[in-house]
């Protein structure tokens, strides 16, 4: 059993990218919209403020573009190995030994092409942890040619949001740091949204701490049957 680690930590170079965003079928492509870094690397300390939208040690290309989104639609974050990846098989998304979940925040702005993204706003719109099959949301991901389901909620106010589309990797979790987060964020603007709810938010960095069970984890031994996904619980209408 202790093979498996030591062989996760060789694996450490297969990361992966929040390429693009695709929305009612259209894609706008790599970097239009969604700020896209130029090294595929995590971010594993949780209390930088690269936890927002990514950043140092991977710098992110602004992008002017704003894409518009339905309250009530379902988006897809396209994941990809790197950016010049243009596949969809599962070693074009990120490698399979990187288990663990996928998430997805968002955050109102006044500009969502300026907002840096780090401080306190965000509330967590989708999360899909260890499933009663066995299988981790990076997996479904990985194995679903990197679309990543995330449902705009219909009951926000419309107006200027980041979405922040994650996927955390836990095959290195057995201390911290170890966990490797995978963040980029797109900027949409929010249409038709009823603004009945007001959701309770929190901060990036903030919302996850070194110690929490969903972060320092070894997925290995013993095997894990009930994972706690970090972060608040999932805001819905």
């Known amino acids: 059993m202790k093979l498996l680690p030591l062989f996760a930590a060789g694996m450490a170079s297969a990361h992966t990218i929040f390429t693009s965003l695709e929305v009612g079928g259209s894609n706008a492509g790599t970097g239009h919209g969604v700020r ?50 243009t596949g969809t098989s599962p070693a074009d998304i990120m490698d399979s030994s990187h288990k663990g979940p996928t998430m997805a925040y968002l955050k109102k702005v006044n500009n969502a092409a300026t907002d ?41 106010a419309p107006g200027q949001y980041l979405l922040r589309a994650e996927m955390l990797a836990l ?19 929010v249409v038709g949204g009823t603004g009945t709810r007001n959701p309770s938010t929190v901060s990036f960095p903030g919302a996850y701490r070194g110690s929490d069970p969903g972060v320092s984890i070894s997925i290995y031994w013993p095997p894990v049957t009930n994972y706690q996904i970090p972060g608040p619980q999932l805001f819905q209408c």
């Open 171 to 189: 095959h290195g979790a057995g201390s911290y740091p170890g966990a490797q987060f995978y963040m980029e964020c797109a900027q949409i603007n």
């Open 116 to 156: 840096s993204g780090v401080g306190d706003g965000w509330f967590k719109i989708q999360q899909d942890g260890l499933g009663s099959d066995g299988i981790w949301g990076t997996e479904r991901v990985i194995n679903g040619q990197g679309r990543h389901a995330i449902r705009i909620p219909e009951c926000i």
């Open 36 to 85: 896209v870094p130029s090294y595929n690397g995590p971010i594993e300390d949780v209390n930088s403020n690269s936890m927002a939208c990514n950043g140092p040690p991977n710098p992110t290309t602004p992008t002017d573009r704003i894409i518009t989104v339905q309250a009530g639609q379902t988006v897809y974050a396209i994941w990809r190995y790197m950016l010049s990846t």
